[in-house]
């Protein structure tokens, strides 16, 4: 099973940003998808945003379209969530994980970490 150690969660206004990371621990990302989920208080988990390590192509949920950006670091073998315009509906924790599409789905591979919590409160 492939471990990702997600961070750089916290407590933000409506509007403002923040960037998660996400770092794989003990294997290199090379070849896999990588996507970020999240799961609000009461909701079941829902995908954000994923990045093919390969060719760096990119896919969003509508919900975030415009105002996420995933990235990659090659050489820090970490994965990022540019979170900008953050907005009271985006308090989750989010999760990073490993991704299959399967008829438009994308589902998390392995085990889900701990994640970091992401709050947006005035």
Partial sequence: QLQFVE???GLVKPGGSLRL????SGFTLDGFTVGWFRQAPG???EFVARINWMDGSTYYADSVKGRFTIS???AKNTVYL???????EDTAVYYCNSVK???GETYGMDDWGKGTLVTVSS
């Fill in 82 to 88: 540019q979170m900008n315009s953050l907005k009271p």
């Fill in 43 to 45: 909701k079941e988990r």
């Fill in 7 to 9: 961070s750089g969660g």
């Fill in 101 to 103: 599409v399967v008829g």
């Fill in 72 to 74: 990659r670091d090659n």
């Fill in 21 to 24: 990371s996400c770092a794989a």
